[in-house]
């Protein structure tokens, strides 16, 4: 099995993460909304799934505040199951 790599945002509540889909939607980033991996202990059951080619992209909407997120962590899908990484950003 091949190592797949991607990222999630979390957030504080279901409202911020439909709303902070749409922004990066309207955007042009392809982003999509998926159950939050149940690796990640959060508050909100939704989280927004990118891939690392989009990374520096969204990190301006973190700077900029346009998006109200609890986290984002990279996810390692292995032979051995999932793994989660907070990440500082």
Do not use: Q
């Not at 969204?58 to 700077?63: H, L």
């Amino acid at each position: 099995m091949k190592e797949t790599i991607f990222y999630v945002i979390t957030f504080n509540s279901i409202h911020h993460a439909i709303k902070g889909e749409k922004i990066l939607i309207d955007k042009g980033l392809n982003v999509r909304t998926i159950p939050t991996p149940r690796e990640i202990s959060t508050s909100c059951g939704l989280s927004i799934k990118f891939y690392e080619y989009n990374i520096n992209k969204i990190k301006t909407f973190f700077c900029s505040k346009e998006l109200d997120i609890e986290g984002v962590y990279r996810i390692t899908k292995g032979i051995n199951g999932k793994e989660a990484t907070r990440l500082e950003i």
